[in-house]
C-alpha cells in the first residue's frame, strides 16, 4: 500500500487541523493505521492508531482528549483531527500502515509502509 499524508500548515496555539492520510490499492481496510510524529531533533513518536475492520482506536499521553484518529475504508482515507493544538505539537507527522492481528503496536520501526510527511507547524 502506497500512503500519501496532506493537511498540514501553520496554526495558533489553540487552532484545529485535520490531517489526511489517502492510501493506494484496494486492501486499505486490512490494514491497521496509526499516525507518527517527529520533531527536530527527537525521535519519531506514536500519536495514535486504529485498527483494522473494528476500528479501535488507541492515543499518546500527550494528544489524548484532544486529536481524533479516524479512517473512512470505502475513501481509502485515514484522518487525525487535531484540535486545542500547542506550540509541542509542532511536527512532521506520518502514516503509517501494518497487520498487527489483536495487538496494538506504538513502535515505529514495526510499521512496514509509510507516507511521506506534512509538516505542522503551532505559533505561540
Known amino acids: 500500500v502506497q500512503l500519501q499524508a496532506s493537511g498540514g500548515g501553520l496554526v495558533q496555539a489553540g487552532g484545529s487541523l485535520r490531517l489526511s492520510c489517502a492510501a493506494s490499492?484496494?486492501?486499505?481496510?486490512?490494514?491497521?493505521m496509526t499516525w507518527f510524529r517527529q520533531a527536530p531533533g527527537k525521535e519519531r513518536e506514536f500519536v495514535a492508531t486504529?485498527?483494522?475492520?473494528?476500528?479501535?482506536?488507541y492515543y499518546g499521553d500527550s494528544v489524548k482528549g484532544r486529536f481524533t484518529i479516524a479512517r473512512d475504508d470505502a475513501k481509502n482515507t485515514l484522518y487525525l483531527q487535531m484540535n486545542s493544538l500547542k506550540p509541542e505539537d509542532t511536527a512532521v507527522y506520518y502514516c503509517?500502515?501494518?497487520?498487527?492481528?489483536?495487538?496494538?503496536?506504538?513502535?515505529?520501526?514495526?510499521?512496514?509502509?509509510w507516507g511521506r510527511g506534512t509538516l505542522v507547524t503551532v505559533s505561540s
Open positions: 486504529i485498527t483494522r475492520y473494528i476500528g479501535a482506536t
Open positions: 490499492g484496494r486492501t486499505f481496510s486490512t490494514y491497521d
Open positions: 503509517a500502515a501494518a497487520r498487527f492481528g489483536d495487538s496494538i503496536v506504538v513502535v515505529a520501526s514495526e510499521y512496514v509502509y
